[in-house]
C-alpha cells in the first residue's frame, strides 16, 4: 500500500481530530467569556458583541467539536472571527501579526474549511441523518452493500 494510499484513507480520522481539537479550543474561549473560567472575565449579560460572541464561541465550539450540524455551527464561528477580525483587529494595523488578530484569522478560516470539508469521521451529524452503511453500491463499490469496495471492488477498480 502506497503512503498516498495511507494518507487517503487517514483522511477522515485526521479531519475528525482537526474538528475535536478546534470546536474544543473554541468552546474554552466562549466558557472563558461566559463564565470567568480558565483565566476568562465573564463578558456582561447581554453586552454586545463580548457576550453574544461567547455564547457563539461556546455553543458554536460543542456543535463543532461533537459534529453535530457541523457545517452551519462553523460557518456562523468563521463569520463570527471575520467579525471580530475586522471590527476589533483590522483598525490596528494591516497584518494579523501585528494587530493581535492571528486567532481570530486562524479560526475564521479553520472553521471555514470545516464548512467545505464537513466533519469527517465520528461525527454526531451520522447517528441522526441516518448515514450509516450504504445499501445501494455506487459507482465504485462493484456491488458490495457495505460501500467499502470489498475485495471485488479492489479487483475491478485494479482490472480496470
Do not use: K
Amino acid at each position: 500500500m502506497s503512503v498516498r494510499s495511507r494518507l487517503d484513507r487517514a483522511q477522515p480520522w485526521v479531519l475528525a481530530v482537526f474538528r475535536l481539537v478546534t470546536g474544543f479550543l473554541f468552546a474554552c474561549h466562549g466558557a472563558a467569556a461566559l463564565f470567568g473560567v480558565l483565566g476568562g472575565r465573564s463578558a456582561e449579560l447581554g453586552a454586545w458583541p463580548g457576550w453574544y460572541a461567547a455564547v457563539i464561541e461556546f455553543v458554536g465550539g460543542i456543535l463543532v467539536m461533537l459534529g453535530l450540524g457541523t457545517r452551519t455551527a462553523a460557518l456562523i464561528c468563521s463569520g463570527s472571527m471575520a467579525y471580530a477580525y475586522f471590527t476589533v483587529h483590522q483598525g490596528e494595523a494591516l497584518l494579523p501579526l501585528q494587530n493581535n488578530g492571528e486567532p481570530s484569522a486562524l479560526y475564521c478560516w479553520a472553521f471555514l474549511l470545516l464548512v467545505f470539508t464537513g466533519p469527517g469521521a465520528a461525527a454526531a451529524d451520522r447517528l441522526f441523518a441516518g448515514t450509516g452503511p450504504r445499501t445501494e453500491p455506487g459507482p465504485d463499490d462493484a456491488g458490495t452493500p457495505s460501500g467499502d469496495g470489498g475485495p471485488a471492488g479492489r479487483t475491478a477498480a485494479v482490472a480496470a
